[in-house]
């Protein structure tokens, strides 16, 4: 999906000065999961979240179990992106762990480079994750935008990504559709990976699977004439 406000070169240059920062921040990722939400509604046990705490503002992005909508809390004011899937599709497209396993993974991980998961509820026809909205855009639009990216701005995606997939290794976890169109960049440029609708959490005393999945465009023989070299790092990575 694309997103407003792309992140320009300049603030790209700002976040690479401030990307040892980033580091630190990643490695001290595991004391955060554990440390309480600046938020005080995600604690509160006072009431039930609901489609009613959030002011819908626009669609920003569709996909083929739903869609996703930039949102407000009303009580705090605080902008989010709400993923609104439809439970019948869901069920019909034999989608149910898969969707489970994002809820899970979501709301267990806590580190700078992945999406992190703050509410999540139902109704009796719809599914609703609310995670936070970064407004820098998917990778894809800002690789197709420019065509290639340079060696310098490459090593500073790849670096963020290698330290997310490290994270996700640790705890088990195998991501399975590392793609552009599911890194986001924040507001200062640096990278969001979303969208764990393929990842799998395993059991440690039989690390093994077998399952062939993915993104067909990224799969079959004949690679696209853009983008090629990048989309060929990032599988590499995942």
């Not at 039930?48 to 992005?61: A, Q, T």
């Not at 970064?134 to 639009?141: D, L, V």
């Not at 290794?169 to 924040?186: A, C, S, T, W």
Request: aromatic share 10%; hydrophobic share 35%.
């Amino acid at each position: 999906m694309e997103r407003d406000s792309p992140v320009d070169e300049p603030t790209l240059t700002k976040s690479m000065s401030a990307f040892s920062f980033s580091i630190k921040k990643s490695k001290s990722a595991s004391k955060l999961a554990s440390s309480p939400s600046s938020d005080s509604s995600l604690t509160s046990p006072k009431k039930k979240i609901s489609l009613e705490d959030f002011e819908l503002l626009k669609v920003i992005g569709r996909g083929a179990f739903g869609k996703v909508m930039q949102v407000r809390k009303k009580d705090s004011g605080k902008i989010y992106a709400m993923k609104v899937l439809s439970k019948s599709y869901v069920v019909f497209r034999k989608q149910v762990d898969h969707t489970k396993t994002e809820k899970s993974v979501m709301s267990s991980i806590k580190h700078p480079f992945l999406v992190h998961l703050r509410f999540s509820f139902q109704n009796d026809t719809k599914l609703f994750m609310v995670m936070d909205y970064y407004n820098g855009g998917e990778m894809f639009y800002h690789l197709r935008k420019e065509g290639k990216f340079s060696e310098a701005r490459t090593r500073f995606y790849i670096a963020e990504l290698v330290l997310a997939l490290e994270q996700l290794h640790g705890m088990n976890i195998l991501y399975r559709d590392l793609k552009p169109e599911n890194v986001i960049l924040d507001q200062s440029g640096h990278c969001k990976l979303t969208d764990f609708g393929m990842a799998k959490s395993l059991d440690p005393m039989d690390p093994l699977t077998h399952t062939f999945c993915g993104t067909p465009e990224y799969l079959g023989k004949r690679e696209p004439p853009r983008c090629v070299e990048l989309r060929k790092q990032l599988q590499r990575l995942s």
